[in-house]
């Protein structure tokens, strides 16, 4: 069974501090990795694709290692309106059809 | 955002009844879904759909029936509802090319009693 795993928290962080967290995936042959943001009571967000070669949007960074298996958000320069919890989405073989697997979430609670 | 609806945003409904939820899109996307999200359980893919008239089940599809007569709507059926599909459930949409992100309704709250 494919399986993402993250770390549920709540990481509780001060406003401007940086932040990290992994999730793990089982499915070697993924194919492609996002991670979404959600608000409580909301839908998910997509925030950003993940691509081996590292990206980056703002002050957010996020890095795939395949070999381990293993992707990461950071978050620089938290703000308040980053208090959210954020899923890793990991798309196995054959695209989009029921390729996703969701991780359960992270929570982050940024705090003035 | 993506013109994603979902109609009701909330109901309750008595255990035995059979309930409809609808997702409506104005993205003309090829790909539908509908996921089920609970405590503890994160995301739960139900049915999705790749085209008109083309549905498969996903993970968690006993109970549920879907129907897509049109490009634009995807409609979500619990035959007999049970207190165990109190639920959020989300509808998402996804073009088949790149990475196929998937784009998410704002979500119904169903509650079975």
């Known amino acids: 069974r494919k399986e993402v795993e993250q770390d549920p928290g709540p990481f509780n962080v001060p406003e401007g501090a940086t932040v990290a967290f992994n999730c793990t995936y089982s499915n070697s042959a993924s194919q492609s990795f996002f991670w979404y943001r959600q608000d409580c009571r909301k839908e998910p967000k997509l925030l950003m694709s993940v691509y081996s070669s590292g990206n980056e949007d703002g002050r957010f960074t996020a890095q795939l290692n395949r070999a381990s298996q293993y992707i990461s958000l950071l978050i620089r320069d938290s703000k308040l309106s980053d208090s959210a919890t954020y899923l890793c989405v990991v798309n196995g073989l054959g695209g989009g059809a029921d390729g996703l697997t969701f991780g359960k979430g992270t929570h982050l609670i940024i705090q003035p | 955002d993506a013109g994603i609806t979902q109609s009701p945003r909330h109901k309750v409904t008595e255990t035995g009844t059979p309930v409809t939820l609808r997702c409506h899109q104005t993205?003309?996307?090829?790909?539908m879904y509908w996921y089920r999200q609970d405590p503890g359980h994160g995301l739960r893919l139900i049915h999705y759909?790749?085209?008109?008239?083309?549905?498969d089940k996903g993970e968690v599809s006993d109970g549920y029936s879907v129907s897509r007569s049109k490009t634009e709507d995807f409609l979500l059926t619990l035959e007999s509802a049970t207190s165990s599909q109190t639920s959020v459930y989300f509808c998402?949409?996804?073009?088949?090319?790149?990475?196929?992100?998937?784009?998410f309704g704002p979500g119904t709250r169903l509650t079975v009693t």
């Open positions: 759909s790749y085209g008109v008239k083309d549905t």
């Open positions: 993205e003309n996307h090829r790909y």
């Open positions: 998402a949409i996804s073009e088949p090319r790149g990475d196929y992100e998937q784009y």
